[in-house]
């Protein structure tokens, strides 16, 4: 038998979705790459590595709330909004073409994400969307 129990397995399986954002922040990484974060581990994981000499407010903000949450202290959206905003200020937004393939997958259309899309990604909903 595993030496991890039914219970405990079940409580790391809920905080890995308590975690997860409802839509994932498509961001340039290292020199250019582009991918999605799609959770709170995720975002924590490339704030972690970004370069001491780059770290502002909207760092620390993200940063906060990835910690925050992860003590059980915010949920999961604070941080998606937090994560957001430092994305935006640093330039790392990237819209995905509708059809291009996901950046897991190898391959995605990028462009600066700007106006509309922006607003989108910080409200939480897709651009376009009627919701």
Not at 105 to 122: I, N
Request: with cysteine; hydrophobic share 40%.
């Amino acid at each position: 038998m595993s030496a991890m129990s039914f219970a405990a397995r079940e409580h790391k399986e809920r905080d890995i979705v308590m975690y997860r954002f409802k839509q994932p922040v498509p961001v340039l990484v290292g020199i250019g790459f582009p991918t999605r974060i799609n959770s709170v581990n995720e975002a924590y994981a490339l704030l972690e590595d970004w370069p001491c000499a780059q770290r502002d407010k909207s760092y620390e903000a993200a940063r906060n709330a990835c910690r925050a949450c992860i003590s059980g202290n915010a949920d999961a959206e604070s941080v998606y909004g937090a994560f957001c905003a430092f994305a935006e200020r640093h330039e790392l937004l990237i819209a995905e073409a509708q059809s291009a393939p996901s950046a897991l997958d190898g391959g995605v259309e990028t462009a600066p994400v700007t106006g509309s899309l922006q607003a989108s990604l910080r409200s939480g909903r897709a651009a376009g969307s009627t919701r």
